[in-house]
């Protein structure tokens, strides 16, 4: 699906806060999601991984969570630190084993 | 491991003339290399999939004579941005992925382009 966006939204927290993110995906035949942080002037950095025969994936401080009945994913974040302020993107991958990225959030700390 | 490199990172180019971009995989050998666009404020957009000794394949409203792309090595992917106008200033992004892997791509730092 498209993701295009003039106006990226915004997730404003306080410092030691939990943060989640949200993005609904569009192909249901995606089977494989991904999220990405990327810094200002910076390319994508890989997060955290999960794939569609999951629901539920944690990493260190992160956990990913998928809904496939109303294609929806999210991200968490445990005990938000300033250096997580990014803009934040999940992609899916669908059969052709291609991208396709979602339209951001940026979240910010506040310390 | 896996990292991937672009330059260069940041380029100003007068209206006409072509800019290269190339992404290079540094620690592993990569068929398969794309590249997307990004414009301020917005999400990464795809623009072609670079395969290893054969043609490129773009998305749809890409222009493949306007937008070279060469992948001539197992390390290495070339964009080149040819007759560049003020309307191609954008946040080019390269990603790689290593062969024999379907899913992982590793993404590179990005070359920002601006056209006067």
């Known amino acids: 699906g498209e993701s295009v966006g003039l106006h990226l939204p915004t997730l404003s927290v306080q410092e030691g806060d939990n943060s989640i993110i949200n993005c609904a995906y569009s192909?249901?035949?995606?089977?494989?999601f991904i999220w990405y942080k990327q810094e200002s002037g910076k390319g994508p950095q890989f997060i955290i991984d999960i794939r569609s025969n999951m629901d539920k994936r944690q990493g260190q401080r992160v956990t990913v969570l998928l809904n496939k009945t109303v294609k929806h994913l999210s991200l968490q974040i445990a005990a938000t630190q300033p250096g997580d302020s990014a803009v934040y993107f999940c992609?899916?991958?669908?059969?052709?084993?291609?991208?396709?990225f979602g339209s951001g959030t940026r979240l910010q700390v506040q310390p | 491991g896996a990292v991937v490199s672009q330059h260069p990172s940041w380029v100003i180019c007068k209206s006409g003339t072509s800019v290269k971009i190339e992404c290079r995989s540094l620690d592993f050998q990569a068929t398969t290399m794309f590249w997307y666009r990004q414009f301020p404020k917005q999400s990464l957009m795809l623009m072609a999939t670079?395969?290893?000794?054969?043609?490129?394949?773009?998305e749809q409203g890409v222009e493949k004579d306007k937008f070279l792309i060469n992948h001539a090595s197992l390390t290495l992917s070339t964009l080149t941005v040819t007759s560049a106008h003020p309307e191609d200033s954008s946040f080019y992004i390269c990603?790689?992925?290593?062969?024999?892997?379907?899913?992982?791509?590793?993404f590179g730092p990005g070359t920002r382009l601006l056209v006067l």
């Open positions: 670079s395969n290893e000794g054969s043609k490129a394949t773009y």
């Open positions: 192909n249901s035949a995606s089977d494989y």
């Open positions: 992609a899916e991958i669908t059969g052709r084993r291609a991208l396709t």
């Open positions: 990603s790689a992925r290593a062969t024999g892997n379907q899913e992982t791509q590793y």
